[in-house]
Each structure stands twice: as C-alpha cells, then as structure tokens.
C-alpha cells in the first residue's frame, strides 16, 4: 500500500489484573483511612495488585493474546510491539522479552514511557507505522505495576493505585481510517507534580572520580496541582482534537479517560457537556492503573457489548511528565472497535 491509501483500525481487545486484591477496608488496616474517605475523594472502591512473583511482562503478554485472539491473527504475523509502561521489569526494557514470550518472532519491539498518558501517545504512534505503510499488523501493550513503586504509608497515594494490562491489535484497513485525529500535549514545568524520582548518593571511586549511586523513590503527587491541571487541560485538548476531526462533542458515542479520579472524570465530562452514561468508566474496581487504565475500560466496554461497532470513542489520557493527550476512533465492520 501507498501512504495516501493506508488507514488504520483497532481489530482487537485485551485486558488481564492480578487476582488478588485490596479492598478499601483492608487498607484502613494499613493506613488511617476508611472505605467512606476514599470512596467520597476517588470513587475507588478495590484495586488489584501484583503478587511478587507476577511481572509487567505475564500481565502483558495475558492481555496481548486476548487482543491477538480478537482480532484473528497470529503472534507471527505482528510486525511491531510497542509496550507502553512506566514501570518495566528491566531498566532496559520488558518489549523485547513480551515478544519472545508471544512468539512474535518477526515483530521488532520497543518500550514507550509516558505515564499515565502511555497508551494514548502509543496509539499515535502506532498509527503513523501503519499510515506510512512501513507495517500492517501492531500489538500496543499498556501495563504497568504501580505496587511497586508505592509509600504503603502514604494514605495520599496508596489508596490510588493499582497494578494491570490492557491490549490493542492495530491494523491497516484500506483507504479509511478509524482513527480521527489527535493532540498531545507535555509540559515539564509541572514535572514535580507526579514523580516517581531517582535519588542518588555520591559514591567516590579514587579521588577526583565519583559516580551516583542510588535508586528510584516512592511515588509522590500533589493531588490538589494534578487534578487542577487534569480539569482544565483535559477538556482543552479534547476540544482541539474535535476541532481538528471536525466534530461535535454529541457525535462522540463514549468518553473514556484515563481512570485516576472519578471526580476528574466527572469534571471533565461536565465541562464538555458529556451526559453520565456516554462516561466510561472501572475506576472503583482497579484504581490507576496508569498505562493500562484506558486499555482496561476498553476491553471491558467491548466485550460487554457497551461499545459496538461503528461507535466514535473520544479516548483521553494524562499524568505525570506532566503528558496529556486526546485520540479519537470509530468502527465499522466486523471486529472493529
């Protein structure tokens, strides 16, 4: 295919979270809080959490085969993997290791750090592979294990996060493309609103020479700055996004933003004037999942039957960097989300 007639569709789903969980009233054990505090402040109810023997790379390979099955492909005919996490089993990378797992011996794989935008840059970034014509066929992980890295003694952050994968199968489909436009977003100026920072002590090799040695510390945020910036950014790009699709807010079908606050989701959707049932949202059952949050609330939506084919989804991620991001996408067609 020429670049002019490439399009691309999202032709499958997936999703997989760690079985055990942690339900408000068991965090009141760990921390001073309560089921009522958190629930009135986030809307979470329970999230899922890693054990220590699960990895980003089983969570994200569960959820790769969902989409892979969805979309009637094999492993061996992606072309590309793109995993999109902050939170990577190896420093180096968990993208190639997904692939060897899978099997997609012919897919050349990278990691994309975004945060909690992850998924949505990915998807933009999948789709310009696929327009160019340089692939036909890529598998986009979002996952991430935020247990990792959080302050179990910070009722702040603790109470916010939880661990999962969500998956998508891209695929060129012809001169019609099902992705409408984007805007992204980043803005370093309010990197230390959401960190998850390295700290280093200076370690002396001979004198004259010293390195750093150290690692990465818990999560911090400032929740007040976040969901300030979440409020007022989000419904801006969203709004850009549409401009650029030439489209109304009540052509959209769905909203589905990253899943951080329910309060943001409320917000975001009062400002643009999106009625509560067209609001996707899981947030109670998993907490932030971060790169897997939208990718999660995707799969679940399709496989209940809630989104259809033929559907205009107004996808918006944002988090730490500060990123943020708007995708939209419709279906039509067998299989196609």
């Not at 998508?168 to 990197?191: I, T």
């Not at 976040?226 to 699709?245: D, G, I, N, T």
């Not at 917000?267 to 109670?284: E, T, Y």
């Amino acid at each position: 295919m020429n670049q002019s007639s490439v399009g691309v569709a999202i032709t499958g789903s997936g999703s997989a979270t760690p079985k055990v969980t942690l339900d408000n009233q068991g965090l009141s054990k760990i921390v001073e809080t309560s089921d009522e505090w958190i629930s009135s402040r986030t809307g979470i109810k329970t999230r899922c959490l890693a054990s220590p023997t699960e990895s980003v790379t089983d969570m994200g390979a569960a959820a790769a085969r969902e989409a892979i099955a969805m979309a009637e492909i094999t492993p061996a005919e992606l072309d590309l993997i793109i995993l999109a996490t902050s939170t990577a089993d190896d420093l180096f990378g968990s993208a190639s290791l997904l692939q060897e797992v899978l099997g997609a011996s012919k897919a050349v794989a990278f990691d994309l750090t975004a945060a909690c935008s992850g998924f949505i840059f990915g998807l933009v970034t999948a789709a310009q592979f696929i327009r160019t014509g340089t692939y036909q066929n890529i598998l986009l992980v979002g996952a991430d294990i935020l247990s990792r890295w959080v302050d179990w003694s910070d009722r702040r952050t603790c109470v916010l996060f939880g661990d999962g994968a969500g998956a998508v199968v891209m695929q060129a489909h012809g001169p019609s493309d099902r992705l409408l436009g984007f805007e992204l977003r980043s803005d370093g100026s309010q990197n230390d609103c959401l960190q998850l920072a390295y700290q280093s002590e200076a370690k002396e090799l001979i004198p004259g020479v010293s390195v750093s040695k150290g690692t990465y510390q818990p999560i911090t945020m400032n929740g007040k700055e976040v969901y300030r910036f979440a409020v007022q950014r989000v419904p801006e790009v969203l709004s850009k996004a549409l401009f650029k699709a030439n489209m109304r807010t009540d052509e959209v079908d769905w909203l589905l933003l990253h899943q951080a606050n329910q309060r943001i989701l409320d917000a975001v959707a009062q400002r643009l004037q999106f009625p509560d049932h067209k609001v996707l949202s899981n947030l109670a059952n998993y907490g932030n999942t971060s790169a897997a949050s939208i990718p999660i609330a995707l799969d679940e939506a399709v496989r209940s039957g809630r989104i259809k084919s033929g559907d205009v989804i107004a996808a918006s991620g944002f988090g730490a960097g500060l990123t943020w991001g708007q995708r939209f996408s419709n279906g039509e067609g067998d299989c196609q989300i």
